[in-house]
């Protein structure tokens, strides 16, 4: 369901005269099946919110934000990349890395669900609205999104909180919004970001049981992104989800 | 439609509602100029029909050779709806207001020696006393003018002299020398209304440069209000047959005045005329006589492009950072758009429909109190607008003015949102989506 073949992404950081190379992949390579729950790991810096960026098309894998340096060998003006990368990302058979446009946003429309930290929830819009806007974006009609909407929040047992807006809710209560609006399209893949970090240790376990839930009962295939590897155990000290890969930090840095 | 509903929470309803009242400033002033400005340039191009034929053609001729040529022309060409002989005269007159008042000659053999009768003692009666009427002198002058003399036929004129009479519009006086009852009657002429401001009266003129001090009785049938315009010399109207009796030349005439029925088309006819009556003829059309002028039009309509142009590009400069400071405020809820899915279009679409739906309110509401304002204004301002030679102002707005204005209103919208909104699909979400 998810591939990500020889994944690379260096950070060209230019300090004055110079600049300083840090690599954070070099040649990553992962596997995720239909239907798999995967945690990523890592320490702070490793980039495991850049690579669920980059699998959910967020951040492009390709060189990107050129800037203007002097090579002082040649005392010629060059145009170089601050972030430099290359690799193939597959998801659900499709190359996504040469997607672009309303091609690419329609793929994230249809395919992939995202849940982010601090939910990002628009805070104009009622839980209802919130929820039903991925479906609206898709040109479904507003009825028909919202009785979908109303659908998923009595799911996550928000049925009562519909016509309020996310200011008044609870950081639980955002994040079950959160997750209803990643679940309305159906989408075959979530990526989620933290989901639990922001939360109370009460709702941390509530919400990933949920997650586990919905591997199991919708077959979702979920790459989630989290510190707290603990939570991910019961109490015989067994993975709750399928498999956890790890990330770790990337010691090489060149000075040029 | 979800993009509507959206930009009304991304751009707030106060910066809306300042743009909205930007446009609806905007598009009044726009109405208002362009009003006043065609009030302005009728008014003028109402005096300069009223003062040339479209075309005339100079080359002095007896009446048959003119005649001939008229034929000439009428059938060759199809545009000319009408060609008459006239005799244009710059000379030098003298004229004076001619107050007609009665008198008495207490002398049958020298009736030059008249007194007025209030004054002549009543119990005389011994004296032979013959009542006349005689002239008061007053306001001599003595100047330079261009007189026209030109046909009239069926009270109607080649220029449309008509439009700017002050006074008596019956044309078929200038032709009349004795009344219904075979009395000899004073010629009538019409003259600039400034010369003399005056639109009725009894004038005496000789014509000193033609070698005669001979007094002729004139009626004035109307002044020319001429407005702002100012001829090289004042103009004087009156029967073509009577200056040639003046003068003493009859059957000689030195103009053709030709009407066409397209009045703008007349230098491209008058080329044609040229071509076809040959370099003898010297050919001129109303558009170049008043090349000055329609060259002063120009600049004023430049003038007028340039407050517009200037107004537009205020419009675009706050519409545009309006929509950037917008785009700004809102990058975390446009990243997460993103993040949904939503396409490049829609939120293109965010950012010109509200524009627009601005525009939009600009137009129709800007357009009522624009057609409003001008009415308002034409009314409050008409003294001033008179001073100006506008006589009888009114709105002056075609559709073509209001499509014009709403088209130029809404496409301005409609760029200016592009930037923007090309900044918003530009913005790394990620970055956004961090803070």
């Known amino acids: ?256 | 439609m979800l993009e509507l509903m959206l930009s009304r929470y991304l751009i707030k309803p106060l910066f809306s509602i300042l743009l909205g009242l930007g446009a609806i400033i905007g598009v009044i002033c726009l109405l208002v100029v362009l009003s006043l400005f065609q009030n302005y340039f009728l008014a003028s191009e109402k005096v300069f029909m009223s003062i040339h034929p479209h075309i005339q053609i100079h080359k002095e001729m007896t009446a048959d050779e003119g005649k001939k040529i008229i034929t000439q022309l009428k059938n060759a060409f199809s545009e000319i709806t009408d060609a008459e002989p006239a005799l244009y005269l710059p000379t030098r007159i003298i004229i004076s207001k001619a107050d007609i008042v009665e008198a008495a000659c207490v002398n049958k053999q020298n009736q030059s020696f008249c007194l007025d009768m209030k004054n002549y003692p009543q119990d005389d009666t011994e004296l032979d006393i013959v009542v006349k009427e005689g002239f008061n002198l007053s306001e001599k002058k003595d100047e330079k003018v261009l007189i026209k003399g030109i046909t009239v036929t069926d009270n109607e004129t080649v220029m449309a002299i008509k439009r700017i009479i002050n006074g008596s519009s019956n044309l078929e006086r200038l032709n009349q020398t004795q009344d219904s009852n075979d009395f000899v009657l004073p010629y009538g002429f019409y003259m600039e209304q400034s010369f003399f401001n005056e639109i009725s009266g009894a004038f005496l003129i000789s014509f000193p440069a033609l070698g005669t001090d001979k007094l002729n009785h004139f009626r004035l049938n109307g002044g020319l209000k001429l407005g702002t315009k100012r001829g090289k010399l004042p103009l004087i109207v009156m029967s073509i047959e009577i200056l040639q009796t003046l003068i003493n030349k009859p059957n000689q005439l030195n103009t053709i005045e030709v009407k066409l029925a397209k009045p703008y088309d007349s230098a491209k006819i008058a080329q044609a005329i040229q071509n076809k009556l040959g370099s003898e003829f010297q050919i001129t059309s109303w558009i170049e006589k008043e090349k000055a002028a329609f060259a002063f039009l120009n600049i004023v309509k430049f003038m007028i492009f340039l407050i517009i142009f200037s107004i537009c590009i205020v419009a675009a400069i706050s519409v545009y950072s309006t929509l950037s400071l917008a785009v700004i405020e809102n990058r975390k809820k446009i990243s997460i758009l993103k993040a949904l899915g939503i396409k490049d279009s829609s939120i293109y679409l965010i950012f010109i429909s509200n524009a627009l739906s601005i525009g939009m309110v600009g137009v129709v509401v800007g357009g009522i109190l624009g057609y409003l304002s001008s009415h308002y204004f034409i009314i409050y301002f008409g003294e001033n607008l008179r001073a100006l030679g506008i006589e009888n102002p009114e709105i002056q707005l075609t559709q073509g003015d209001i499509l014009l204005t709403a088209s130029a209103t809404l496409l301005l919208f409609l760029i200016t949102a592009i930037v923007p909104a090309r900044n918003a699909i530009k913005m790394d979400a990620v970055d956004n989506l961090r803070q």
């Open chain 1, 1 to 256: 369901m998810i591939t990500v073949n020889n994944l690379n992404r260096t950070y060209n950081i230019v300090e004055g005269r110079t600049f300083k190379k840090q690599v954070l992949y070099k040649n990553l390579n992962l596997s995720v099946k239909q239907g798999e729950f995967v945690a990523v790991v890592g320490p702070s810096g490793c980039g495991k919110s850049t690579l669920l960026n980059m699998i959910g098309m967020l951040d492009s894998v390709k060189d990107r934000d050129y800037v203007t340096v002097i090579n002082e060998t040649s005392d010629k003006k060059e145009s170089i990349p601050t972030v430099e990368g290359n690799g193939q990302i597959i998801l659900n058979n499709q190359d996504v890395t040469e997607l672009k446009g309303n091609t690419k946003s329609e793929f994230i429309n249809k395919n992939i669900g995202f849940i982010f930290q601090f939910h990002h929830l628009i805070p104009e819009l009622t839980a209802l609205q919130n929820v039903a806007l991925p479906m609206r974006i898709r040109g479904k009609s507003k009825k028909e999104a919202n009785k979908n909407a109303q659908q998923l929040l009595e799911e996550m047992e928000l049925g009562e909180y519909q016509s309020k807006k996310p200011a008044v809710l609870s950081g639980g209560e955002k994040q079950r919004v959160a997750i209803a609006r990643s679940l309305i399209n159906h989408p075959k893949i979530l990526l989620a970001d933290e989901p639990t970090g922001s939360l109370h240790p009460k709702m941390k376990q509530d919400i990933l049981e949920r997650f586990l839930k919905l591997n199991s009962d919708k077959n979702i295939t979920i790459l989630m992104v989290t510190h707290d590897i603990d939570s991910l155990y019961d109490d015989n000290k067994q993975l709750k989800i399928d498999r956890l890969i790890s990330l770790s930090k990337a010691e090489e840095e060149i000075d040029t």
